[in-house]
């Protein structure tokens, strides 16, 4: 797994420096800037939440399969640190959006760090199934397989792509609702490609992950339509 392990550094170091781009070239406009110096309670409430879910619905993804030992996820650590970053703000009575620096810098860490779950191959337990389509890819166990961790780190790209060209042009949508955009699109690209993973099922067709990724999609609805209720003209 140490291929994966440079992966998921790189993922960090991808991150960090989109996220200083962005910052150096006052991309997001003036939004209010918080750093683990000016407001530690919330990177600690977002790290601790994201490290929480992170392990227990990998973690459990993986004992549902009976594979029984410790995992991460990175669905796991978004859901996780959204809820405890929410709670921190309800906390401080604070209603506004606080995610929107951290939109690229997420976007990119997934795309690079899917990279490493589909080279780490058949022991990472990201691969998908079967498939007869010409771009499928033989982890060494003579299956030939969707390869739904390029698929994930594409959509990231893309939503990528399209946010930095949104933002760029001032669109209000973007600048204001950035973040609930980003995990409503992860939550639909990623129910999307669960359809295609051999994972356990909770219930019909539908997994651990489609659940998360069902209630990314009504978090992000809901924020989004929460806001235009305290602005309706906007």
């Known amino acids: ?3 994966h392990t440079v ?3 790189l993922a960090w170091l991808s991150a960090a420096l989109i996220g200083v781009i962005v910052a150096r070239v006052h991309l997001l406009g003036p939004v209010k800037k918080r750093t683990p110096f000016t407001d530690p309670g919330y990177f600690i409430a977002l790290g601790l939440g994201a490290l929480f879910g992170a ?3 990998g973690s459990l993804n993986l ?7 410790l995992g991460h996820s990175i669905a796991g650590a978004i859901i996780g640190g959204i809820v405890a970053v929410e709670i921190y703000k309800w906390t401080q009575g604070i209603r506004q959006s606080t995610g929107l620096a951290f939109v690229a810098p997420l976007a990119v860490g997934i795309a ?6 589909f080279l780490a191959g058949l022991p990472d337990y990201t691969y998908g199934t079967a498939t007869d389509l010409p771009w499928g890819v033989d982890f060494g166990d003579g299956v030939t397989r969707h390869p739904v961790q390029l698929y994930e780190s594409a959509s990231m790209l893309a939503f990528l792509f399209l946010f930095v060209w949104k933002v760029a042009h001032r669109s209000e949508l973007f600048l204001r609702h950035g ?5 409503g699109w992860y939550g639909v690209q990623r129910f999307a490609w669960e359809f295609l993973k051999p994972y356990p099922k909770l219930f019909g067709p539908f997994n651990v992950f489609h659940v ?4 990314m999609v009504a978090y992000s609805l809901v924020m989004i339509g929460r806001d235009r209720e305290f602005h309706p003209a906007r």
């Open 112 to 117: 690079v760090g899917r990279w490493g779950c």
């Open 1 to 3: 797994m140490v291929i």
């Open 179 to 183: 973040f609930y955009l980003f995990v």
């Open 63 to 69: 004992n549902l399969a009976g594979r029984f030992v």
């Open 7 to 9: 992966f998921d550094l």
């Open 55 to 57: 392990i227990l619905i």
């Open 212 to 215: 998360l990724c069902f209630a």
